[in-house]
């Protein structure tokens, strides 16, 4: 598959997640975390990043960082290409450590600081890793709630900003201000017992964050008349293939009937799995709208009949072929 497009701006604000090859641990002991955060402290402060939030567990690890330059391509190779020297170095081991490119979001720099933070502080948890984040050393978290254990390269202002009703930014006297960082406590362990939802799982386009209107911003900042046509993102934005394109050159190349795909009604053919990780993965159609239109009867059967094709190789090969058929068409 092509590899998606980076949008790169000044001032984006990202979602970043890097992950172990075929999901093996990119950590092995404490050792390696350090080194890890120091890699991703000089990658901070050598490109001016605003990392406003970050975890590092044993495969992946999340970042929400913000960007003044448009730079973010740059700090990721830095930072994945050295710690792989490093790791690869220490247990004399060669080849990839991370699971291809990192994958980013887009988040709209309104509104999302308190739930996107949340959801990366709890990753420990979700994990059963520990019981209480500010349990876990290995986040930004602790230093939002022990002002000993700040970091001077994670700028904790956007996040807590909310949590200190009356205060304006340049007055910064909430950052050590106990009531503030309580606040924000509390709503982090709220998130423990009411799971909250994941803030990407329904990405706009599978990538952006934010309203209708950031999506239409971003639109018109894309070169969509220069673009590659080969390119997912140009794809998906401008001229993607409707669903109904989608499943109708699917079912003739499966040979199915589309309209047996219906609630309650299995279907031994691969032509409906095919249809969602087509719609799903590459053009990024909405999981709700999918599981209306190809009959399933929860928008989670999305992602799973995305990750059955994912491990069926010779799956994916006809996956690739028919994606090659709708480009051409489109």
Known sequence: MARPLRLQFPGALYHVISRGDNRRAIVKDDTDRQRRLDWLARTVQRHEWRLHAFVLMTNHEHLFVETPQPNLAEGMKLLNAAYTQYFNSRYKRCGHLFQGRYKSQLVENEGHYDEISRYIHLNPVRAGMVEDPANYSWSSYPGYIHLKRRLDWIDYRRVLYPFAPGRTHKNQKYL???????????????????????????????????????LETIKAMLPLSEAPRHVPLHKRLSDRPSLEQIIQLVSEDCEEDPSNWKTGRRSNGGGRA????????????????????LGYRHPGSIGVMCTLIERNRRMMKQAERLHKMLDRNA
């Open 176 to 214: 050590t201000d106990v009531n503030c960082r309580r606040r924000y406590a509390a709503y982090v362990r709220a998130g423990i017992k009411d799971k909250p939802p994941c803030p990407w799982s329904e990405a706009r386009e599978g990538f952006l964050i934010g309203s209708e209107s950031f």
């Open 274 to 293: 095919l249809s969602c990780y087509l719609s799903r993965r590459i053009y990024r159609y909405d999981s709700a709208e999918l599981q209306a239109q």
